[in-house]
């Protein structure tokens, strides 16, 4: 059985909002008062959950409040939230970049970390030098570090500006060299912030595949933040999420995926029935509109090459011939350039009853949508006779936002490129 290799009991993190100096000086020569006398920070009683869509009315915010959870050996923990959520606060504790309010964290090994842009880095110092500086950091010795400096040069892709100061790299090379350096050096636990989304699709799949390495092969455990979700689906066996800086979900990465989509549909829900824009004789009325994954569950995101329902629930409220029933959906990109038409009619669709309160499940075998976000217009219309225009039942513009992420579509292990639409195709040389 794997050891546990990292603990985390009890952690939290609070911060004074406004700005520094203003004030504080009372606030710390209390806590001081307190500290001499044995007694409890008295600042630890006050502050406000950490949602930063809501105007607070204290100065005091818990970034991170009662965080606990176990990682063993060889495991990779995904970290997943929205932005404000507490993951970087959360790996910036567990990397002893900031401390800790409250809790304690126990760890059996070296800990690197890739937090930002040139962590660690500095801007004077040759590539060459830099990872000399980061491997000392990390605890290695000089002859140690030699051993591996060729593999995590040619890893990094750097070469030709190894001895260029990193003061003239680009975000993307800093990266590079930066992740090379944490994974080479044979860490215990490698602790990974959303900073490799900097680098382009061909080192992404290099790192994911590196950090696959370390976990499987070598037994090194990894914490992995991202807001990719395939990335994250793919690399860890676990996930926990976090929302205003408590965890709200624990469990293997594909339910803690789902849960965060989930939890992100319920957040952005549009209440289509509310519109007072939609035309038509409204004999049906489309009351809500979402998307689900493969699993059933409800999401806010969708991936390219993904499987997926689009479901238009309604309510019926006259005489419907099912024959007749026509629904029209286009998607529009966010220039309003129409992308995409489904349509009953051109897909022969037949229909045999119009219940009274159903759904419209349309079904979307493989997203060939790339990144970005469409919006949804749909028509749905009774044709009365052969040779007379579709009589408008229920029609709305702007109907439903699809926000569409980034997937390996083609299973190639690369991430496809945004924009647009992907075309069915294959290449040869001939």
Not at 175 to 188: D, G, K, S, T
Not at 222 to 245: D, Q
Request: with cysteine; glycine share 8%; hydrophobic share 35%.
């Amino acid at each position: 059985m794997s050891q546990v290799i990292l603990k985390v009991e009890n952690i939290s993190k609070q911060y004074r909002l406004g700005k520094i100096g203003t004030g504080t000086l009372s606030h710390d020569l209390n806590r001081w008062w307190h500290t001499i006398r044995g007694k409890e920070d008295p600042y630890l009683k006050v502050g406000e959950v950490n949602d930063r869509s809501v105007k607070g009315s204290n100065q005091y915010v818990w970034a991170l409040k009662d965080i606990n959870f176990e990682v063993k050996e060889g495991e990779v923990l995904g970290i997943i939230g929205k932005n404000g959520a507490g993951k970087s606060t959360l790996l910036k504790i567990l990397s002893r970049v900031t401390s800790p309010t409250t809790g304690n964290i126990k760890t059996k090994g070296r800990i690197a970390s890739l937090l930002e842009v040139g962590t660690g880095f500095h801007p004077e110092m040759t590539g060459r030098e830099n990872i000399y500086l980061n491997g000392a950091i990390l605890g290695m010795t000089k002859k140690e570090i030699t051993s591996k400096i060729d593999e995590i040069i040619d890893f990094s892709g750097c070469e030709r500006y190894i001895d260029t100061p990193t003061k003239r790299y680009s975000s993307g090379m800093t990266v590079r060299l930066a992740f090379a350096v944490a994974a080479h050096l044979e860490p215990e636990i490698l602790v990974v912030d959303e900073v490799l989304a900097v680098g382009d699709a061909e080192f992404q799949k290099k790192a994911i595949g590196k950090m696959q390495d370390i976990s499987k092969t070598q037994g090194r455990t990894v914490l992995f933040v991202s807001h990719n979700m395939a990335a994250v689906k793919s690399l860890c066996t676990r996930g926990i999420v976090l929302e205003n800086g408590g965890i709200t979900f624990t469990g293997n990465s594909d339910d803690a995926i789902n849960y965060y989509l989930e939890n992100s549909y319920k957040k952005s829900e549009i209440k289509v029935s509310d519109r007072q824009d939609r035309k038509g004789n409204q004999k049906l009325t489309v009351q809500d509109i979402y998307a689900k994954n493969k699993d059933g569950v409800k999401v806010g995101e969708v991936h390219s090459g993904e499987s997926y329902q689009l479901h238009f629930d309604y309510i019926k409220r006259g005489e419907i011939d099912p024959k007749q029933f026509t629904v029209v959906v286009q998607l529009k990109n966010e220039s309003d350039e129409l992308v995409t038409t489904i349509a009953t009619d051109e897909l022969g669709t037949q229909f045999y009853e119009v219940k009274e309160k159903g759904s419209i499940v349309i079904d979307i075998p493989r997203l060939q949508f790339r990144e970005g976000r469409y919006s949804v217009v749909f028509m749905i219309s009774e044709k009365l006779a052969f040779n007379t225009p579709h009589q408008t039942i229920d029609f709305l513009q702007d109907a439903y936002t699809l926000n569409v992420i980034r997937g390996d579509y083609w299973k190639s292990g690369l991430l496809n490129r945004p924009k647009g639409f992907i075309q069915e195709a294959s290449i040869e040389l001939i």
